[in-house]
Nanobody
Framework: QLVESGGGLVKSGGSLTLSCAAS????????FGWFRQAPGKEREGVSCISLDGKWLQYSDSVKGRFAISRDEATSTVYLQMNDLKPEDTGVYFC????????????????WGRGTPVTVSS
């Protein structure tokens, strides 16, 4: 089960940290990604961290502002979001990919329900 938390309302330029609690997952076999869906738009990949934590991926729109990390000890995946912009508004989903590295090129195996992020201008 993947459960996201940490979303909320923030002003432009502010920061938020999203958390994804991955219960029931043996973290060493899973890559994790963050995706978002803005109102009226399709879901898009934001960031991905490989199962060994060595390969990080970011969409061009968040590169340099967001940072993904994982903590095997607590089975948690984080997304640190800095310098937020109104276009970052959306529902953010955590997802898991088994035994593969590339979240952006594979269909994810498990999804959370999402946490909303609203960035005001």
């Amino acid at each position: 089960q993947l459960v996201e938390s940490g979303g909320g309302l923030v002003k432009s330029g502010g920061s938020l940290t999203l958390s994804c609690a991955a219960s029931g997952f043996d973290m060493y076999y899973w890559s994790f990604g963050w995706f978002r869906q803005a109102p009226g738009k399709e879901r898009e990949g934001v960031s991905c961290i490989s199962l060994d934590g060595k390969w990080l991926q970011y969409s061009d729109s968040v590169k340099g502002r967001f940072a993904i990390s994982r903590d095997e000890a607590t089975s948690t995946v984080y997304l640190q979001m800095n310098d937020l912009k109104p276009e970052d508004t959306g529902v953010y989903f955590c997802a898991a990919l088994e035994l593969r590295h590339d979240c952006f090129s594979n269909a994810m195996d498990s999804w959370g329900r999402g946490t909303p992020v609203t960035v005001s201008s």
